[in-house]
């Protein structure tokens, strides 16, 4: 029924409780790919070392988390295909939601639950999620781009599953980006298909792990999803439906850019990008997210930063 894709790359002290959690799974009819994506560790004898037929391991030189699971994709030969990082983990009914989810909705294009995050400081917190309906509830929703702009994400890479039909017409990951390559294809997706959502807390997202690429942030790393807009307006080939709320994503994700931009030190670029952010949600989006996702220290310092760039 569904095909598991774990990219590996330097997670040796996470690898073993990433498997393990699906392994535990309550729903067990499952395939495990595990594609190592040029470990140096001992990441790839630990996956081996486990003792289960359903877990596949494929070998490749460094191309990429992109690249790691498109190749995963490509090796999956079930009708869904769900995706774990390597240092991520599922708790017990994740893959059960996500096939009642592909039952009771199947003309969804993609299947999410809720998500916790393990911070940092090892504190377990729930997202931020906007524009769903309360828990317990599940079903499509309303409109992925408002929530995607307005909150936390609503759909992590951890806490998906696509059907294969779905990834054969709009793509795989795109390649060569460290960054928001997930975000990207999700948006793809929703352009297309409903997302269906549960408020089961199906994975969590670990985000102090080691070798994490959003830890650093350079001039290649800015929101795919925005060039693939530009690129669909410039064909007039945008689904007038999403429009109003595309906008307002694609708005969201500029702010985000330049908001890493300046953190990084990067102040020509954020310049450059705050010159071209001039449509009607500039303003109350910033303000909105200033109020509603950051702390009172990193509140001012993007403030300062930012507010008075010429």
């Not at 439906?241 to 890493?260: F, K, M, P």
Request: proline share 5%.
């Amino acid at each position: 029924m569904i095909s598991v894709v774990v990219p590996l790359f330097n997670k040796a002290s996470h690898i073993e409780n990433t498997v393990r959690s699906v392994l535990a799974q309550s729903y067990q009819d499952f395939e495990l790919i595990v594609v190592n994506d040029g470990s140096t560790d001992r990441g790839p004898e630990i996956v081996k070392a486990i003792n289960d037929p359903r877990v596949i391991i494929i070998e490749q030189g460094n191309a990429g988390v992109a690249a790691a699971r498109n190749r995963g994709i490509d090796a999956a030969r079930r009708a869904l295909v769900a995706f774990l990082d390597a240092d991520d983990l599922w708790n017990r009914d994740f893959l059960a939601t996500v096939i009642r989810l592909s039952v009771l909705h199947p003309h969804a294009g993609l299947h999410a639950t809720a998500y916790q995050i393990l911070t940092r400081e090892n504190k377990l917190i729930d997202p931020r999620f906007k524009a769903i309906p309360s828990p317990s509830w599940e079903g499509v929703i309303p409109s992925y781009f408002q929530s995607a702009a307005l909150g936390d994400p609503p759909v992590c890479s951890s806490a998906c599953c696509v059907p294969r039909r779905i990834l054969a017409e709009v793509g795989g990951f795109p390649e060569g980006r460290r960054m928001g390559e997930d975000l990207d294809l999700w948006g793809r997706i929703a352009l297309r298909y409903p997302v269906a959502f549960s408020s089961y807390k199906g994975a969590v997202y670990c985000q102090n792990a080691e070798n994490r690429a959003c830890l650093t942030f350079g001039m290649q790393d800015e929101h795919p999803f925005i060039e693939t807009i530009n690129n669909l307006h410039r064909v007039n080939d945008m689904p007038v439906q999403h429009l109003e709320a595309v906008d307002l994503y694609i708005t969201r994700l500029g702010i985000e850019n330049i908001r890493q931009h300046v953190l990084a030190g990067n102040i020509r670029r954020a310049r450059e990008l705050s010159r071209e952010l001039k449509n009607k949600w500039a303003f109350p989006l910033r303000q909105f997210l200033w109020g509603s996702s950051l702390n009172g220290m990193t509140r001012m310092f993007w403030y300062l930063r930012y507010s008075f760039l010429p």
